[in-house]
């Protein structure tokens, strides 16, 4: 009866009123489908399709198909983010997503290969470049965890991504660093510094520096005065460390 109702329209109850019948219009399409077939034909109709039996355009698309899904399979994506980024960014945690660069290369390409393709995307010289990796913390931020140096150029990227539990996309910073300078991994670290200005009520990015691991947050305060032009003798920053996209820790 459900199928009767669903399918041909009005209930067959007497007592129901007109107002309900009409809701109950027919479908436009549905999953049954009666054929009625001679019997003499049924050998033929119903033997199994041959190559000859399907229209060459179809298994043109077929084919066409299942090589784009098997593409597909070997390609994976990748998140960049470029300086001119973060320079608009006015949002907690280091970028938006939504506004970085979207890629999608195949696994077995190497670190080189990203880089001609970064090369193709923004004009940074590959020798200029300095990639960073991020890493997603378990209180669901993102900071920089390492630099992709020359060991691993000829990594295929699927290798660099590791296992990650939920697959998701390679998500890589470039940096400029056409001015040369090696970045110790060892004793150094990178620090990006938002400033809350409390006139325009917005978060804004000044850049980033990179510090040795065993610098004072004076240090790092000094700097962000002098960015900012502030009067060192009336003028003082408070200093906070972005933990999550809703606590700060207080530097003192």
């Known amino acids: 009866k459900e199928a009767i109702n669903s399918n ?3 209930s067959d109850e007497p007592n129901e009123p007109r107002r309900m019948q009409v809701q109950k219009a027919a479908r ?15 050998e033929a109709l119903l033997a199994p399709l041959g190559d000859d039996d399907i229209p060459q355009y179809l298994q043109e698309r077929f084919r066409r198909e299942e090589r784009m899904e098997g593409e597909k399979q070997s390609l994976m994506g990748v998140k960049l983010v470029f300086e001119s980024t973060l320079d608009g960014h006015r949002d907690v945690d ?8 979207k890629i999608e290369m195949k696994k077995t390409d190497t670190v080189t290969d990203l880089k001609r393709v ?3 995307l923004s004009g940074l010289p590959a020798d200029a470049q300095r990639l960073w990796q991020f890493a997603k913390r378990r209180n669901g931020t993102n900071r920089l965890d390492r630099v992709l140096d020359q060991s691993v150029d000829n990594e295929p990227l699927e290798k660099v991504n590791g296992e990650p539990t939920i697959p998701e996309a390679l998500k890589v910073f470039v940096q400029d660093n056409s001015r040369g300078g ?7 670290c990178y620090v990006s510094i938002k400033y809350m200005d409390d006139e325009a009520k917005e978060l ?6 990179v ?18 032009g502030l009067d060192e003798e009336t003028e003082r920053l408070e200093v906070y460390e972005e933990l999550t ?8």
Do not use: Q
């Open 182 to 188: 090696y970045f110790d991994t060892e004793n150094e």
């Open 28 to 42: 436009f399409s549905n999953a049954y489908m009666l054929v009625y077939v001679l019997e003499k034909e049924a």
């Open 8 to 10: 041909y329209g009005c």
């Open 118 to 120: 970064i090369f193709e």
């Open 245 to 252: 996209h809703v606590t700060v820790k207080s530097l003192d």
């Open 211 to 228: 510090f040795p691991k065993d610098a004072l947050i004076g240090d790092i305060v000094e700097t962000m005065e002098k960015r900012l």
């Open 94 to 101: 280091f970028v938006r997503w939504d506004r970085c660069t």
């Open 204 to 209: 804004r990015y000044l850049g980033a520096t």
